[in-house]
């Protein structure tokens, strides 16, 4: 039976994205397994594949892209015992996600528990697993703690801002001004980031009764030279998460510029006693996965189980066919979505 998938040829604009049939049906190997995919997600981390730049992936070409997948687990190779036939599960796969059957290595599925939307459940593998390591791995952030979002608006910001207002943080976000409103839904004082310059509103918002000044955590995807203006937005104590390098990935900096805000970041966590104890660190979800697997698997499963009780709220702005991928990756490449679009590889039977 003939399958569809995504195929990437060359790196490039969303018009490397094709869509391509395969005739014959995966047979998974010794630890692996074959899934039908339900929803696959899309997002910036698949643009920046898409365009090449993307450190932790560079090829073989072709490939098919797609960081994140939910599906059911059709067949099962030698030696799994981790996950069962029909089992519904999540997977961080990097590559792989935009397609009807991915066969994965059986080591990192999660279960998904029954209840819950595959396109909602797909929000979590990535968006919601960065979000909720970074707010909860590095720092046990006390009920009424502040911190900054930038990039509020967008999958991982949004999903920030949900867990936020779980944990009992008061949350300061950054976005587009299209945007204010959706991130001021969301419980948090929102800042256009294209106004001025917003660590003096972060520094305004922030002000105490005692002439402190400053957020207790900042998290910061854009990278480089930005992550001196989040480290400018802490107060004495604070920490700051660097995740991305957005301007790299667009091409807005270089990859040098890309390296030395990495390295700033280094010599702030280093010198912290220099800069009235502030930390830096910077997350990766995979390093992390392959370092801390048991929290990996701890915390999907945590984050499924709120999602099962409603007590976390993906925002999927859209639902598309497979073949609409190449429309989705140009919205996305756009700016401003405001949450996830989420590719259904089957039609509705
Ligand atoms: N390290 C990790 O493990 C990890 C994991 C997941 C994601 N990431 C990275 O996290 C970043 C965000 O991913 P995403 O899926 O949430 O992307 P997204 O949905 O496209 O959101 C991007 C966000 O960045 C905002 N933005 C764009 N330019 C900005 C600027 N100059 N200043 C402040 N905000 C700006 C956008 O705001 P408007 O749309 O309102 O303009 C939007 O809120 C990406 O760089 C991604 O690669 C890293």
């Known amino acids: ?28 190997g010794p630890g692996e397994v074959r899934i039908r995919v339900l929803a696959a997600g899309t997002g910036f981390t698949d643009t920046f594949i898409r365009r090449g730049r993307y450190p932790g992936f560079k090829g073989p070409l072709p490939f098919i892209p797609g960081y994140e997948l939910v599906g059911v687990v059709e067949d ?63 720092r046990r952030l006390p009920r009424g703690a502040s911190i900054l979002v930038v990039g509020a608006s967008g999958t991982v910001g949004t999903a920030m801002l949900d867990l936020a207002r779980l944990l009992g943080l008061k949350a300061i976000g950054t976005c587009s001004a299209v945007n204010m409103a959706a991130v001021e839904r969301l419980g948090a004082a929102a ?22 000044v400053g957020v207790d955590a900042a998290f910061d995807a854009i990278g480089g030279a930005h992550f001196a203006r989040s480290w400018a937005c802490l107060a ?12 790299m990935a667009v091409g807005a900096a270089s990859l ?4 030395l805000g990495l390295a700033r970041l280094w010599i702030w966590n280093t010198l912290g006693g220099l800069f009235s104890g502030r930390r830096a660190v910077f997350y990766n979800i995979t390093a992390r996965r ?23 709220h993906p925002i999927v702005v859209e639902r598309l066919a497979l073949a609409r991928a190449r429309e989705a990756h140009a919205r996305i490449d756009a700016g401003g979505l405001g949450g996830k679009i989420v590719l259904l590889p089957w039609p509705a039977s």
């Open 236 to 247: 004495p104590g604070g920490l700051l998460v660097g995740y991305g390098a957005q301007h």
């Open 1 to 28: 039976m003939a399958w569809q998938h995504i195929r990437v040829a060359r790196f490039g604009g969303p018009e490397v994205l094709e869509l391509a049939q395969q005739s014959t049906i995966p047979v998974p």
């Open 191 to 212: 800042i256009d980031y294209r106004a001025g310059d917003f660590v003096a509103a972060v520094r305004r918002l922030t002000t105490q009764a005692d002439g402190t």
């Open 76 to 138: 099962t190779g030698p030696g799994v015992s981790s996950v069962r036939e029909g089992q519904l599960v999540a997977d961080l796969c990097v590559v792989g996600g935009y397609a009807q059957y991915a066969v994965r290595p059986a080591r990192f599925l999660v279960p998904v528990p029954d209840g819950i939307d595959p396109a909602e459940a797909v929000c979590v593998p990535l968006a919601y697993l960065t979000a909720y390591q970074m707010l909860t791995r590095y």
């Open 290 to 312: 392959e370092a801390h697997p048991e929290d990996f698997l701890a915390d999907m499963a945590r984050l499924f189980e709120l999602l099962r009780e409603r007590a976390i």
């Open 256 to 259: 040098a510029s890309a390296a």
